[in-house]
């Protein structure tokens, strides 16, 4: 079942923050976005000019959908104001939702969200029911009272005492106080080449401290919606059954990568451009080329293999898994046809991307693998009838210390091809050992290349 979240916030013309993002950051992490508007802003990504409180229907939109879809995690942003906060704590309460809050009472460029006074009912009301607090560097001044404005990278007791202080009030509640939580302040320190997150977490009745580092970029002017995107993220992760510290770690390394890129309005303001790059939508769109070919062929099923099968693709120069896309879940058999799992994404793939890395090593033109079941019979019909190069990997040649690390098998599995054939062939095959299913590889340059070579095989198997 597709994995679902919710987000409780603001509306932002612009789509760099707000409600807006949070569906965009819900579905670039995989999950599938609910929304309830608490307000509706007048904003650009430089000026805010005012907003409306939607408090008034805020009791139906929520109750309109979580009385019908089995939600259980929940960003929240902008509360405009007493009302609405009380409706959000009561439907938190009612279905025991589990809660990051972004604190964002002032918009990014110094205007007030909500009314005055609101940050005092919201610490009273809300935060014993938060589950991870994502405050900036002001809010966690506001609400733990201190001036962290001197604080340096040499010592950072000070912002650790006011993390501490933070998650503090995150248990006011002494029913909760078994329950793990954390508090994340942004971007609280910074040296000429890094910055810092400061967590503050709570496992196993045990309070410890993590430090987070990431790369600076050199920016002149304010980024919208940045705290929007890195909330949701964590939102979106835990919905996947992360704990809190690996949910916050996973929305680092996904706010780190789309902090890289920013679009560039007229008015000289900037939002995070969460959208794919024409060489990565390029690589999504071979995928799904290859996957609808097989999905409308019946016999296809045959084919799959018992760990299911796996369509992969990379961009053309990758280094690493996060740039090798692939089928979330693999490609399973519904109703006699072959049926995906999940989407298409970058950075889910294992074995297979392993196996374009491991090729790339030495064919950089290599960038498709598909995982096929073994039959002896088609190997043999595939030798005989086809130009199709083909290559026996014996896995009891493996020496012990190759076999003991799976990335290496990969790599040894490439290089004996290699070896014995001076290229990549098009097809790899194995007969599997203990524990490991025998294997058909096929390797391509591109999706048309993949259909020609699938075409060949399919054509056999339907004819004998």
């Given at each position: 079942?597709?994995?679902?979240?919710l987000?409780?916030?603001g509306?932002?013309?612009?789509?760099?923050?707000?409600?807006?993002?949070d569906?965009?950051?819900?579905?670039?992490?995989?999950?599938?976005?609910?929304?309830?508007?608490?307000?509706?802003?007048?904003?650009?990504?430089?000026?805010?000019?005012?907003?409306?409180?939607?408090?008034?229907?805020?009791?139906?939109?929520?109750?309109a959908?979580?009385?019908?879809?089995?939600?259980?995690?929940?960003?929240?942003?902008?509360?405009?104001?007493?009302?609405?906060l009380?409706?959000?704590?009561?439907?938190?309460?009612?279905?025991?939702l589990?809660?990051?809050?972004?604190?964002?009472?002032?918009?990014?460029?110094?205007?007030?969200?909500?009314?005055?006074g609101?940050?005092?009912?919201?610490?009273?009301?809300?935060?014993?029911?938060?589950?991870?607090?994502?405050?900036n560097?002001?809010?966690?001044?506001?609400?733990?009272?201190?001036?962290?404005?001197?604080?340096?990278?040499?010592?950072?007791?000070?912002?650790?005492?006011?993390?501490?202080?933070?998650?503090?009030?995150?248990?006011?509640d002494?029913?909760?106080?078994?329950?793990?939580?954390?508090?994340?302040i942004?971007?609280?320190?910074?040296?000429?080449?890094?910055?810092?997150?400061?967590i503050?977490?709570?496992?196993?009745?045990e309070?410890d401290?993590?430090?987070?580092?990431?790369?600076?970029?050199?920016?002149?002017?304010?980024?919208?919606?940045?705290g929007?995107?890195?909330?949701?993220?964590?939102?979106?992760?835990?919905?996947?059954?992360?704990?809190?510290i690996?949910?916050?770690?996973?929305?680092?390394?996904?706010?780190?990568?789309?902090f890289?890129?920013?679009?560039?309005?007229?008015?000289?303001?900037?939002?995070?451009?969460?959208?794919?790059?024409?060489e990565?939508?390029?690589?999504i769109?071979?995928?799904?080329?290859?996957?609808?070919y097989?999905?409308?062929?019946?016999?296809?099923?045959?084919?799959?293999?018992?760990?299911r099968?796996?369509i992969?693709?990379?961009?053309?120069?990758a280094?690493?898994k996060?740039?090798?896309a692939?089928?979330?879940?693999?490609v399973?058999?519904?109703?006699?046809?072959?049926?995906?799992?999940?989407?298409?994404?970058?950075?889910?793939?294992?074995?297979?991307?392993?196996l374009?890395?491991?090729?790339?090593?030495?064919?950089?033109?290599?960038?498709?693998?598909?995982?096929?079941?073994?039959?002896?019979?088609?190997?043999?019909?595939?030798?005989?009838?086809?130009?199709?190069?083909l290559?026996?990997?014996?896995?009891?040649?493996?020496?012990?210390?190759?076999?003991?690390?799976?990335?290496?098998t990969?790599?040894?599995?490439?290089?004996?091809?290699?070896?014995?054939?001076?290229?990549?062939?098009?097809?790899?095959?194995?007969?599997?050992?203990?524990?490991?299913?025998?294997?058909?590889r096929?390797?391509?340059k591109?999706?048309?290349?993949?259909?020609?070579?699938?075409?060949?095989?399919?054509?056999?198997?339907?004819?004998h």
């Amino acid at each position: 079942m597709k994995n679902f979240c919710l987000t409780i916030a603001g509306s932002d013309p612009t789509s760099g923050a707000g409600i807006q993002a949070d569906i965009r950051t819900f579905d670039r992490c995989g999950v599938h976005p609910f929304s309830v508007i608490t307000a509706i802003t007048y904003q650009s990504a430089t000026k805010f000019l005012g907003y409306k409180s939607l408090s008034d229907t805020l009791d139906f939109q929520l109750d309109a959908i979580l009385s019908v879809y089995p939600i259980e995690y929940v960003k929240v942003g902008m509360i405009p104001d007493v009302k609405a906060l009380d409706i959000i704590v009561n439907f938190i309460k009612r279905d025991k939702l589990f809660v990051v809050y972004d604190p964002v009472s002032i918009s990014s460029v110094g205007e007030r969200l909500s009314s005055e006074g609101l940050e005092l009912e919201i610490e009273r009301n809300l935060f014993p029911h938060v589950r991870v607090l994502t405050p900036n560097l002001s809010e966690a001044e506001y609400y733990s009272n201190m001036n962290l404005k001197d604080v340096r990278v040499e010592n950072m007791d000070k912002l650790k005492e006011s993390a501490r202080i933070l998650l503090e009030k995150l248990y006011a509640d002494k029913k909760v106080k078994n329950e793990e939580k954390a508090v994340v302040i942004k971007s609280v320190l910074s040296t000429q080449n890094e910055i810092y997150d400061v967590i503050s977490f709570i496992k196993k009745a045990e309070l410890d401290f993590n430090i987070f580092k990431k790369k600076k970029i050199s920016i002149e002017r304010n980024i919208h919606g940045t705290g929007c995107v890195f909330s949701s993220a964590i939102t979106a992760f835990l919905s996947k059954n992360y704990s809190i510290i690996r949910a916050i770690e996973m929305a680092e390394v996904f706010f780190d990568e789309k902090f890289q890129y920013f679009i560039e309005l007229p008015d000289a303001g900037r939002l995070l451009d969460l959208t794919f790059s024409e060489e990565r939508l390029k690589v999504i769109n071979q995928i799904k080329e290859v996957y609808n070919y097989i999905s409308n062929i019946k016999k296809f099923t045959q084919l799959i293999p018992e760990v299911r099968l796996n369509i992969s693709c990379s961009l053309p120069h990758a280094k690493d898994k996060s740039e090798v896309a692939g089928i979330e879940g693999r490609v399973t058999i519904i109703n006699k046809f072959p049926k995906a799992s999940g989407e298409i994404k970058f950075g889910i793939s294992d074995h297979t991307a392993r196996l374009i890395l491991a090729a790339k090593k030495f064919d950089n033109s290599i960038n498709f693998v598909m995982n096929l079941k073994y039959n002896p019979d088609w190997i043999s019909l595939i030798r005989n009838n086809t130009t199709l190069k083909l290559r026996e990997i014996k896995r009891e040649k493996q020496p012990k210390e190759i076999k003991e690390q799976e990335f290496s098998t990969m790599q040894w599995l490439i290089k004996e091809s290699i070896n014995e054939s001076g290229k990549i062939p098009d097809i790899i095959w194995d007969k599997g050992s203990i524990g490991k299913e025998a294997i058909i590889r096929v390797f391509a340059k591109d999706s048309k290349d993949m259909i020609n070579k699938l075409q060949n095989i399919i054509e056999l198997i339907e004819d004998h």
